[in-house]
């Protein structure tokens, strides 16, 4: 008998297994409920409750809220991915991925594209439903463009931070409670929800310099009135958070034996 | 040993163990804590028309209220580790009364929710909440609070007992509370939701627990929000209690 060994996979190969795994797995859980059912609602609940309080302040809350939503769905995804990182790191997974010759980047790589493509859809369908309700792109086709890659780039950013939480993480639950009280906060005090000016005077300079508070910023002007300054303030965060998240998402892949 | 007896020995287990799991505790105290902060510093000027004291009167006792709803699913999967995980096959080789181990479920989950309530109170006073009707409203207030948390302690019981895994479990419960939340007096006043939404802002059971629960602090009617909460306990607590007492029943005859 003859042993015929298989050829050895590629790395474009090894890549699409597990990110096709991935996409398995999120399809699976509770993610899509979490990160496309749940802001659905939430948005809804939003414009009910306060179309008619914003349009008093001087508010068009169709167009001021789906920013935010976007920007609250993409943090969702994050943080699901972080819940199911840790899944696979207290499973053994990612101990049995490193007995297999495979490129050191496939696996962190397979993780990020699948929850980029995760937040795509999701940003996709908040953007359906906020069209509905009276939502335009009034800066052009390039802004809306720019628009969607600053959402992504955003969720891809934060799922590389919420990652390295999940790999050094032993249990996905308690890890997943943690994360939603830096949630709260994070998305509440920023100008998701309303502008800085309806903050207690002395909370509003956190307010300025939260990271949600650019990136909400941003989508608004890149959905609203074009590309302008306030889309540096976030490019400048993503960067930055990109660079201390990558850091620490390969240190903990790295340690994660 | 008397069902009572029983009963306050599981209510005392579920007590030792929320209490003994730190992460799960800090979460179940901040949470509600960090609810309150944010929302009366984001929507406090507009919703309170520029007043957040206005704002505050009303959703401090909707936040407390909250606590029972979003402590609902650990207790949930608690009784469903319960059921699955082999305790309630052990007790029925022991001399222990049906009903002491749902009690005592009930027992632990209100102690918990009135606790957890009276932390959340006690920063709201610190925001500059009062109680404005005398020591006896504020008894009642913490009496409208266990009597709010006998109703998810309940629902809990039904989720806990039905079809459903660890997983599926929690979002099928805190994504209701959430909307639910929302859609209360205490969060924006009703004439500020469409006209067709009204009546289902009202009838909300979180709606007429906060109007309860403002009457006995702020001040303003009491009796009618107070019959309206417990119609909501006795009717939904109750339909829950009563399918999860029969499912009970049916698992430990089969």
Redesign the interface.
Known sequence: MSATAAPAAGPVQQFAVLAARNLRQARA??SV??TV??PL??FA??M???R???AD?GIAYEQFLPPAIVVQTTALVAMSACYMVAGDARSGLIARYRTLPMGAAVVPLARLVVDAARAAVAVAVILVAATVVGFRFTAGAAAAVGFVLLAVGFAVVLAAGCTALGLGAR?PE?VY??L??PY??LT??STA??PVD???GW?QPVVRVSPFSAQVDALRALSTDGADEAVWPALVWLLALALLFGFAAARSFRRSR | MSTLAQASLFAGRNLRRFFRAPPALVYAFAFPVLLLLTQYAVFGRIVGDGDRQHYLERLAPLVVLSTAAFGAPSSAVGFLRDLHGGLVDRLRTMPVRPGALLAGRVAGDVLRIVLIGLLTTSVAMLLGFRFRQGALAAVGFVAVIALFGLMWAAIALWRGSGPGDEQSLPPSLTGPATLLFIFSSGFVPVSAFPEVVQPVVRANPFSVATEALVGLSAGGPVLVPVLQTAAWVVGLGGICLLVALRRYARRTAS
Do not use: E
Request: aromatic letters at 22%; proline letters at 3%.
């Open positions: 859980g509770r409920g979490l059912v749940f609602a939430f609940g939003f009910v409750v306060f008619r309080l914003m302040y249990d308690h409670s943690a939603t009280l709260l906060v509440t005090v929800f309303v309806a903050f207690p909370l």
